[in-house]
């Protein structure tokens, strides 16, 4: 009688299938909450779990079956179509907490103190969420372990600002300095990630849920180098390799702490997926993509399109908003998109703008009811030079009607940086 031969197969676990018998990780065991070293995939929730903790496993494969096995594989890696997961078109893989919000019931919320009041309040939470944002990286950078327990009382006092009044930690969101990139852009992803979610109606739980994640989402750059993170110029591909870890390094990163982390994890790992299945680190498409990871992947992207960076000037926030809507339903789910750009809105805080005489100004305060008539702060003449006290203007007064803005302008225009405007002594 014939004996059955066996091959050990390195596999990607995007590539995994019920019925495959898996007997090494690309991690120790005790990394993971997997209770035997070596199973049987039994059901679609294993392979969720393989791939949320892992890259790729060991298979132990027929013999006769392992170049059948690499065949199909080489033939799906060369599919010039998009990348799609093979269990990744159904919601169904995904545990119920991940697919959506709690409740169907949008919460309304009410703003509790004035915006005036509450940027003038906000300024200690604001300054002590980025000392953090930057702790935690300069942290990490040097072995120092995560305080999941201090990340969720800073998250805390962040979402309760946001409750209070959703404009006012945006607002002073806006002071960015591009040598500080990567930890104040965790902190502006945090910041926006609560009042999005907020915007949506989300239970206040939920809310703190994703600023967490927004907090913690770019942990895994802690370990990449810093001339890679700084490079000004275009990566290298080995260079963009190295960078695109970050995912699994946050990954494990957040894994490594103490206490139930699971939102965390997940988003640290697939905020660089894509509705359409081209992604990375696992080419997972829209149903099994979580709801937290696809709202982080927006706000991200938006963040870091509005920013200086080393490598590049900031985008106004009227063409992030236009990009990320032209990228609806391919690489950001497309009804979040929308609601995106309508917690957003055009012409918001922070915003420096052209008005049709030509002054310069900076948006300091949205009007949700017009759009195009916010109240701004004038700080050019209308041949550009700068006055020595700007004055505030509110376009939705009737006395202001003939001031009309014409465009929204990139930070920086005629020497106008708005960070040097924003401050809560403009409404002493």
Not at 120 to 145: C, E, H, Q, W, Y
Not at 350 to 379: S, T
Request: proline share 4%.
């Amino acid at each position: 009688m014939k004996s059955t031969e066996f091959q050990d197969v390195t596999i990607a676990v995007g590539k995994l299938e019920i019925g495959m018998h898996v007997v090494a990780l690309d991690r120790p065991w005790e990394e993971t909450n997997f209770l035997l070293q070596g199973f049987i995939i039994e059901s679609q929730q294993d392979i969720l779990e393989l791939q949320r903790q892992c890259r790729q496993v060991v298979i132990q494969a027929r013999i006769e079956h392992v170049e059948r096995l690499r065949e199909h594989h080489a033939s799906a890696a060369s599919d010039s179509g998009p990348k799609k997961n093979k269990y990744g078109a159904h919601a169904a893989t995904l545990p119920e907490s991940m697919r959506g919000p709690a409740t169907k019931k949008k919460i309304t919320y009410i703003n509790q103190v004035s915006f005036e009041q509450a940027v003038k309040s906000s300024m200690l939470t604001f300054d002590s969420a980025r000392s953090m944002a930057v702790a935690i990286m300069d942290g990490l950078r040097v072995g120092r372990a995560l305080d999941m327990e201090e990340c969720r009382d800073q998250v805390a006092t962040i979402v309760e600002s946001v409750l209070s009044n959703k404009d006012a930690l945006r607002f002073l969101a806006m002071i960015k300095n591009k040598d500080a990139y990567t930890a104040e852009h965790s902190m502006n992803v945090c910041i926006l990630c609560a009042t999005f979610a907020r915007h949506l109606g989300l239970l206040e739980f939920e809310i703190k849920i994703i600023a967490l994640c927004g907090l913690l989402h770019d942990v895994g750059k802690s370990k990449i180098p810093l001339e890679i993170l700084n490079k000004p110029g275009r990566f290298t591909k080995e260079e963009a390799f190295i960078m695109a870890e970050h995912t699994t390094y946050g990954r494990n990163i957040l894994m490594s702490t103490s206490g139930d982390q699971r939102h965390a994890v997940d988003v640290a790992h697939s905020h660089h997926e894509r509705i359409d299945g081209q992604g990375y680190p696992r080419c997972l498409s829209a149903g099994y993509i979580s709801y937290y990871a696809k709202i982080v992947a927006i706000v991200d992207a938006y963040d870091a399109m509005t920013s200086e960076r080393c490598y590049g000037k900031p985008k106004t926030s009227y063409l992030a908003l236009k990009i990320i809507m032209d990228n609806a339903g391919t690489q950001f789910d497309r009804e979040l998109a929308r609601e995106f750009v309508r917690c957003i809105g055009f012409y918001s805080a922070g915003c420096l703008v052209e008005l049709k005489m030509g002054q310069l100004a900076v948006v300091i305060k949205a009007n949700e009811a017009d759009n195009a008539r916010p109240l701004v702060l004038v700080v050019t003449t209308p041949q550009g030079q700068k006055l020595p006290r700007p004055t505030l203007v509110d376009l939705a007064k009737p006395e202001n009607s003939a001031i009309e803005i014409a465009s929204e302008v990139p930070n920086g225009t005629g020497g106008i940086d708005v960070k040097h405007y924003i401050s809560p002594s403009l409404f002493a």
